[in-house]
């Protein structure tokens, strides 16, 4: 209930304050957000097969999206940063809809 209240409380914060992302930020932003996401996509599939640890998630969370910056940022600085950064979203990508079937698979048994 509290992962809820603050999902609440971080959108309706985001609505109100409606910040700015810097434009040397912009194009990382979307990579950070997916590799989020396949980080948030991997911790729910480990609660629902009863190995989650707060901290694996924190560290694996934190380490996706600034891995996946900075192989952004080394491919921008490399002239390949289109390339490198379809590369990661099709990774993370992968890596989301097989941990989105995984949980699929747990919560339907099928």
Not at 20 to 26: D, G, L, M, N, S
Not at 55 to 82: E, P, W
């Amino acid at each position: 209930m509290i992962a809820v209240l603050g999902l609440i409380v971080g959108v309706v914060a985001g609505l109100v304050v409606r910040p700015v992302v810097p434009t040397a930020v912009e194009p990382y932003l979307p990579i950070a957000v997916v590799a989020a996401l396949d980080a948030v996509f991997g911790g729910l599939r480990a609660m629902l097969d009863g190995i989650f640890v707060d901290k694996v998630f924190v560290v694996s969370f934190l380490s996706n999206v600034v891995v996946a910056a900075l192989i952004v940022f080394l491919g921008d600085k490399l002239g390949v940063g289109a390339q490198l950064s379809t590369g990661v979203v099709v990774v993370l990508g992968i890596r989301i809809f097989s941990n989105a079937a995984a949980i699929r698979r747990h919560i339907f048994r099928a």
